[in-house]
């Protein structure tokens, strides 16, 4: 009897642990991919052919701030699930707040510019350009403003092609990636380019 025993439960443990290790191997795939991409873009690494959504800009001030805010980027992967060849991998996302930045410059930095922002014009074009660009740098480099964090819960959408898992590329994302939950900051040079 001890013997039958001995012998199912070697038969039975490892399959069991096999399709455990399976089942969490294929969850981690996915997370994986997402994990590489963010690494690559808190590495600088956002505009090589390799990396999964490749950025791309032609404007020097759009560079400098994806350098600044890119490299503060802090995630957190919490699930993943996976239907077939999609999956869905939820994480949250947290960098400096740069919508608060904003504000802070519309309030107190305002009178000390040559341009300064007015809510109607940010509410007409939506976005600000180059030269208000280049002023939330500065303050992101002045050690004098109070850098708030937001942190944001989003969820990224992956696609199985043969045996890779392929991120779409999403709004959602790079915001959280960068920072900001508003329109108003728009990189109106910069290509996504899902590879």
Do not use: C
């Amino acid at each position: 009897m001890e013997k039958k025993i001995r012998l199912a439960s070697s038969i039975i443990v490892p399959t069991l642990l096999f399709v455990l290790f399976t089942v969490s191997y294929q969850n981690y795939r996915p997370q994986e991919s997402v994990k590489e991409l963010l690494e690559d873009y808190k590495n600088l690494q956002y505009n090589t052919d390799d990396v999964a959504v490749k950025l791309t800009t032609d404007s020097a001030v759009e560079t400098v701030l994806l350098n600044k805010v890119l490299p503060n980027m802090n995630y957190k992967v919490l699930q993943s699930q996976i239907d077939d060849d999609k999956a869905i991998v939820t994480l949250e996302v947290s960098n400096v707040n740069l919508d608060h930045m904003l504000q802070h410059y519309e309030s107190n930095v305002v009178e000390q510019t040559i341009k300064p922002i007015e809510d109607d014009v940010l509410e007409a074009s939506a976005h600000i350009d180059d030269l208000e660009v280049s002023l939330l740098v500065n303050l992101i480099d002045n050690p004098d403003i109070q850098k708030d964090y937001i942190t944001q819960q989003i969820e990224v959408t992956l696609h199985k092609q043969g045996s890779d898992w392929v991120l779409e590329d999403s709004d959602e994302l790079f915001k959280a990636v960068i920072g900001s939950q508003s329109d108003v900051i728009s990189f109106e040079h910069l290509v996504r380019e899902t590879n």
